[in-house]
């Protein structure tokens, strides 16, 4: 079936965008443009959990990365996190958003794989940001 959805469709998903993300990154005004469509998007998409609530972190950590203000993450995570940014925004959905309920399914399903994979990063950002909030 066409549009049946896994998690390993997702995955493939986020591996196929890492070049375009790389390349991305090299342009902060571009990066700028992104996390704020990325964020008006995710607006969209209806409250599935813990997982969703740390878009807000994951978005915060590619600005604060691309102004250089926290440097203490791999490129590469940055990258997995652009890279799904990407599939949100501007790739063929596997599951097509026009479809009620269901069409959000996999824009969820890739950030939610982005951020199980980055989670310790976005965990070791959140508390470098707090810190930073306490000074």
Not at 4 to 32: H, R
Not at 89 to 112: C, E, F, Q, S
């Amino acid at each position: 079936m066409e549009n049946e959805f896994n998690l390993d469709k997702a995955k493939e998903v986020l591996d196929s965008g890492m070049e375009q993300a790389q390349e991305l990154l090299q342009d902060p005004s571009q990066i700028n443009d992104l996390l704020k469509t990325a964020e008006e998007k995710i607006r969209e998409i209806p409250h599935v959990g813990e997982d969703i609530a740390n878009v807000p972190a994951m978005l915060s950590m590619v600005k604060s990365y691309i102004t250089k203000e926290y440097t203490a993450v791999s490129p590469k995570v940055v990258a997995a996190v652009v890279s799904a940014l990407v599939y949100l925004l501007k790739r063929k959905d596997l599951i097509p958003d026009t479809i009620p309920l269901i069409g959000k399914v996999d824009d969820i399903a890739v950030m939610i794989v982005a951020m199980k994979v980055i989670e310790p990063e976005i965990n070791a950002y959140k508390a470098w940001k707090e810190t930073q909030q306490q000074q």
